[in-house]
């Protein structure tokens, strides 16, 4: 087998020989893996948005509920992650003035969520609804369809008072559920 983009020599002999060929399953399809990392150029680059928190292990399992998700222990008091059923990093959480990093030392600089907006897209929407209403008294905004995404979304507010939007993943479904609203 050749490729488009060459791999390193050392891959391609190692993929024609016998012994990659013997290898199992598994292991042929991380080394498939890891030879295309060494070959690739364009790789997938994902952002790790980084809020301030002022109580890190209470804000983590607020998004893990408002997402549905189980809730993990933390590595650490001070930050945390909101991670996805494939190991997506939805959200980290740092708590303000830990590590001295000039951007979280304290939400007394400016208001939290100033200039931010937290938008996530997710595939049950339907579900995320009432997870949201049992985590604050009122939604910032009450579901309604967007007019420039043509998706169903909803607004409130983080225990740090982060603005949080959520919105369905499919516009598709929603042209046939918008009537419902």
Known sequence: MRCSQPWPAYAQDFYDSNLFSRCHAR???????LFSLGRRRDRMK???????????PNSVKWYQALFGQPETLLAHDDFGQV???????????????????????????????????????????????????????RLEE???????TGTREFSLRDPDGY???????????DRL?????
């Open 142 to 148: 009450e579901p309604h369809v967007n007019s420039n």
């Open 27 to 33: 292991t042929r399809q991380r080394w498939l893996i």
């Open 83 to 137: 991670v996805d059923s494939d190991g997506t990093v939805l959200l980290c959480l740092h708590q303000w003035g830990a590590h001295e990093h000039p951007s979280l030392m304290s939400p007394d600089h400016a208001a939290a969520g100033n200039g931010l907006l937290l938008f996530f897209r997710v595939d049950d929407f339907d579900m995320a609804l009432p997870r949201a209403r049992t985590l604050v008294t």
């Open 46 to 56: 994902r952002t790790w948005t980084i809020i301030g928190a002022g109580d890190v």
């Open 163 to 173: 603005y949080v939007t959520i919105s369905a993943l499919s516009a598709a479904f």
């Open 177 to 181: 559920e918008a009537k419902k609203i």
